[in-house]
């Protein structure tokens, strides 16, 4: 197929066509979750990691909210989350849109495993 040609050149080219504009990110980029959503029929959740990160500091959900500084440590689930629990502390129509917009969290593309989106792995404390 012509097209499995150009694209293991394609995935060489993308993160150099990203770093002129993605640079100051380029620690941590979107976190993609998948350990449970798909199974259950909904497509992956992309969580904007640094929307957040210049809004709120770190602990407010490393600490505060539970939330591992790992990609895919935490068993997420929507009950927890309609109930106030991780994105949900946030999440509930007063601080931020609630979780009835179903398709402003589950924006992934179906079949991407959970991991850091945009860029392969961090500098952080992320990579244990
Ligand atoms: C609004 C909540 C929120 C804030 C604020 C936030 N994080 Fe995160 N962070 C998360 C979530 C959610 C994950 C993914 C956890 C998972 O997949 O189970 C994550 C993952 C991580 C990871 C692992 C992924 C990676 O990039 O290697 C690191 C490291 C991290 N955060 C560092 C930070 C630092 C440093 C700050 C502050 C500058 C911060 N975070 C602020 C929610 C937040
Ligand atoms: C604020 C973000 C957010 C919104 C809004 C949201 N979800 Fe989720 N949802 C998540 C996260 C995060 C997970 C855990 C993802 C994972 O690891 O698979 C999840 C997981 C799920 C799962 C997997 C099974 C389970 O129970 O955990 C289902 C089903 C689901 N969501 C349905 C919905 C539906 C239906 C809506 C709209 C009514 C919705 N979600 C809105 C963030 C959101
Ligand atoms: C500490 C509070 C907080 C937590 C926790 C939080 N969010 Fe948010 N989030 C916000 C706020 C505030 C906004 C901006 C809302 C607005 O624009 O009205 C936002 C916006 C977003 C957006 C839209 C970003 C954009 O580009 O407009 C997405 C997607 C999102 N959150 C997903 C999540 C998911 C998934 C989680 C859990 C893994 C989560 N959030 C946890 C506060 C939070």
């Known amino acids: 197929m012509p097209r499995q040609r150009w694209s293991p050149a394609l ?12 640079t100051p990110f380029a ?13 259950a029929g909904m497509p992956p959740v992309v969580f904007p990691h640094w929307f957040h990160r210049i809004r709120y500091r770190c602990k407010v959900c490393h600490s ?3 939330f591992e ?3 895919g440590a935490n068993v997420v689930t929507m009950n927890d989350i309609v109930q106030g629990k991780f994105c949900g502390a946030c999440h509930n129509g ?4 609630a979780t009835e917009n179903c ?10 495993p959970t991991r850091i989106f945009g860029s392969h792995e961090t500098l952080g404390p992320g990579r244990w």
């Open 11 to 22: 995935w060489l080219a993308l993160p150099l066509l990203c770093m002129p504009w993605t």
């Open 27 to 39: 620690e941590y980029g979107d976190v993609l979750l998948n350990n449970r959503a798909q199974q």
């Open 64 to 66: 505060e909210l539970g």
């Open 69 to 71: 500084m790992r990609a």
């Open 94 to 97: 007063q601080i931020a849109w």
């Open 103 to 112: 398709g402003l969290c589950h924006t992934g593309r179906a079949g991407l």
